[in-house]
């Protein structure tokens, strides 16, 4: 059964630092891209960051390039986004997803973690 | 304001049959490229509910059907049940952002 389990998340002050972790379980993770996405309080989804399965691909949403970074260690089956210079605006549940192969749709989502920044 | 549009909410009563629109433009469901549709219940996880514009993975019902045409696609629920009240986000992507997914603002479906 695929799984997928973010953790990191918390209360940050303005300006400060976290970082999200999603371990993955029940597929072969280096086989898949993954991508966070979040939902900030009553708004949409909205895509953050993107990694192919060996990292050669990286892309970010205009709204954190610069302050976001996205790794992977496939070793140990878990995605990782650093989130520097964090805003007000971050505040969201942040999810990983699988990109099902070959293709920009989602597959299977964790369960989310909530970042809130706080002045 | 989200790149796809959709209406904030629609609703139903139990058995009847709703549809959600989902409408782009020219540079991405105009442009051919696929529609999703995920199901989003409070407090949980979005769950794909529709891939490739009218196909359903594993599990999901057949009272859940998708389709696309030209700058838009829909997604029809029939024979509504209760569970079915959930949150439904349309998904796409788009040419003219930077390997940008594009989502609907979200559809409330309410069951009366």
């Known amino acids: 059964e695929v799984q997928l389990v973010e953790s990191g998340g918390g209360l940050v002050q303005r300006g400060g630092s976290l970082r999200l972790s999603c371990a993955a379980s029940?597929?072969?993770?280096?086989?898949?891209?993954m991508i966070w996405f979040r939902q900030a309080p009553g708004k949409g989804l909205e895509w953050v960051s993107y990694i192919s399965g060996r990292s050669e691909t990286i892309f970010y949403a205009d709204a954190v390039k610069g302050r976001f970074t996205i790794s992977r260690d496939n070793a140990k089956n878990s995605l990782y986004l650093q989130m520097n210079s964090l805003r007000d605006e971050d505040t969201a549940v942040y999810y990983c997803?699988?990109?099902?192969?070959?293709?920009?749709?989602?597959?299977?989502w964790g369960q989310g973690t909530l970042v809130t920044v706080s002045s | 304001q989200s790149v796809l549009t959709q209406p904030p909410s629609v609703s139903g009563a139990p058995g009847q049959r709703v549809t959600i629109s989902c409408t782009g433009s020219s540079s991405n469901i105009g442009a051919g490229y696929d529609v999703h549709w995920y199901q989003k219940l409070p407090g949980t996880a979005p769950k794909l509910l529709i891939y490739?514009?009218?196909n359903r993975p594993s599990g999901v019902p057949d009272r859940f059907s998708g389709s696309k045409s030209g700058t838009s696609a829909s997604l029809a629920i029939t024979g509504l049940q209760a569970e079915d009240e959930a949150d439904y986000y349309c998904q796409s992507y788009d040419s003219s952002l930077s390997g940008d997914v594009v989502f609907g603002g979200g559809t409330k479906l309410t069951v009366l």
């Open positions: 997803a699988r990109a099902a192969g070959g293709s920009n749709y989602f597959d299977h």
């Open positions: 490739g514009n009218d």
């Open positions: 029940g597929f072969r993770f280096n086989y898949y891209s």
